[in-house]
């Protein structure tokens, strides 16, 4: 068998149609275009990739994109003074604060100083709530992202056996919540597993098998179950090229659908975030 490849990108190019158009008609409702503004604390090379990919998604879907560049000495509370004026800026509909973020900013405490309206990233405790409660406005964008690619197979959810290799707060905890929220029956592995040796025994049941770890290969072509969908998160730079968490050319032998990396989650990460501002211009005029 050889895997049907998962395109984000040609998913997300539909997605993006249907954002343009709602864009396009709000602007005429409105007078108005939603926006996004980005909070940058001091220069970092990895961010500016994300800035300029943010900034050009929102340009072509006619979404304003304001970037604010806060010097490196910036202070926790000069930040949240910031983010408070946001939330208060009417022509402000979402906030998103990039990171890194310096040392001595405790990230969590940012995030939780944007108004849960505003908060894009649906990164916020009350929205993170309303994603266990699965009734979510904004979800995490990455978790997001992994959800749509499994959807877009068409395969029936309820039932299955899923692995998530990876429990961060903006992937593998929230998906494992989404996965849920479908009744799928979802196993959530990290570190530990990975320590204890067991990684191969859970991959090897994995009919949806999700891995945001962040070590290129880590998950070797012959653990995957025939047939599985495989959403492969990670992002690593070997040498000049970008490489997944899966070992992909074995495990596309093996799996029904996958996701190649790049172009398989990131360019639905930022097509969620698009989605998530202009959701949230709606409920503010
Ligand atoms: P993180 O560093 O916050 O979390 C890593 C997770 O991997 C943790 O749960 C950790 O316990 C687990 N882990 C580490 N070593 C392990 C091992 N040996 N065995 C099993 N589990 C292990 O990472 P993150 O922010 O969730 O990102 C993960 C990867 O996804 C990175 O490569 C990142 O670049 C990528 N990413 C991609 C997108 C996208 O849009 N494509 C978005 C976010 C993150």
């Not at 943010?54 to 879907?61: R, S, T, Y």
């Not at 916020?124 to 994603?131: M, Y």
């Not at 992994?146 to 707060?169: N, R």
Request: proline share 4%; net charge neutral; with cysteine.
């Amino acid at each position: 068998m050889s895997a049907q490849l998962l395109k984000g990108r040609d998913i997300a190019a539909k997605i993006k149609e249907d954002i343009k158009a709602e864009v396009e008609s709000l602007k005429q409702k409105t007078g108005k275009s939603p926006k996004l503004v980005s909070i940058q604390v001091g220069e970092n090379a990895a961010s500016a990739v994300y800035i300029k990919s943010q900034k050009k998604n929102a340009e072509n879907l006619g979404i304003e994109y304001e970037l604010k560049t806060l010097d490196a000495g910036t202070t926790e509370e000069s930040l949240i003074s910031e983010i408070k004026k946001l939330n208060q800026d009417k022509s402000a509909s979402g906030i998103i604060v990039q990171l890194p973020l310096p040392k001595g900013i405790d990230l969590r405490l940012a995030m939780s100083n944007i108004t849960p309206g505003k908060d894009v990233e649906g990164m916020h405790p009350e929205n993170l709530g309303h994603v266990l409660l699965g009734d979510a406005k904004f979800s995490p964008c990455t978790a997001q992202a992994a959800m749509t690619l499994i959807e877009s197979t068409g395969v029936k959810l309820y039932g299955k056996e899923a692995v998530i290799i990876g429990h961060s707060e903006i992937v593998g905890k929230p998906l494992s919540l989404l996965l849920l929220n479908k009744f799928v029956t979802t196993t959530v592995c990290h570190i530990a597993t990975g320590e204890r040796g067991v990684l191969p025994e859970h991959v090897k049941k994995a009919e949806i098998l999700v891995v945001a770890v962040g070590r290129a290969e880590i998950v070797k072509g012959d653990w995957i179950k025939e047939g599985a969908i495989v959403i492969d998160v990670g992002i690593n730079r070997v040498g000049d090229k970008l490489v997944g968490d899966v070992e992909f050319e074995k495990a596309q032998e093996r799996a029904a659908f996958i996701t190649p990396v790049p172009g398989g989650v990131g360019p639905l990460t930022v097509t969620m975030l698009m989605r998530n501002v202009v959701s949230a211009y709606k409920e503010q005029v």
